[in-house]
Nanobody
Framework: QVQLVESGGGLVQAGGSLKLSCAASGSGFSINAMGWYRQAPGKQRELVATITRGSSTTYVDSVKGRFTISRDNAKNTVYLQMNSLKPEDSALYYC??????????????WGQGTQVTVSS
């Protein structure tokens, strides 16, 4: 159906930057909202940022002013630019895409996750 492939994770020092990418592929689909989640060991998965088809965005308070979510609808790709990274940002980051099917229904697809590690 729909596959999400993430890239861009890695190891950086505190204060550094990373840019995550997530490309959606499949047949004849459209995407409503997209988002980034993260999950650190021993913690619940957390919603980091969302973006609508029209590029309205939301952010969790802890990343506001440091992270920027964007999307390229023609490429079915969502990005997360992460600046001023902190050790507490370390987590497995997951891409999510909400894909409509029939009227009143939709499906959330998930990427496999990309690891972000910020050293102090």
């Amino acid at each position: 159906q729909v596959q999400l492939v993430e890239s861009g994770g890695g190891l950086v020092q505190a204060g550094g930057s990373l840019k995550l990418s997530c490309a959606a592929s499949g047949s004849g689909f459209s995407i409503n909202a997209m988002g980034w989640y993260r999950q650190a060991p021993g913690k619940q998965r957390e919603l980091v940022a969302t973006i609508t088809r029209g590029s309205s965005t939301t952010y969790v308070d802890s990343v506001k002013g440091r992270f920027t979510i964007s999307r390229d609808n023609a490429k079915n790709t969502v990005y997360l630019q992460m600046n001023s990274l902190k050790p507490e940002d370390s987590a497995l980051y997951y891409c999510n895409a909400n894909v409509p099917s029939y009227y009143g229904t939709s499906t959330n697809y998930w990427g496999q996750g990309t690891q972000v590690t910020v050293s102090s």
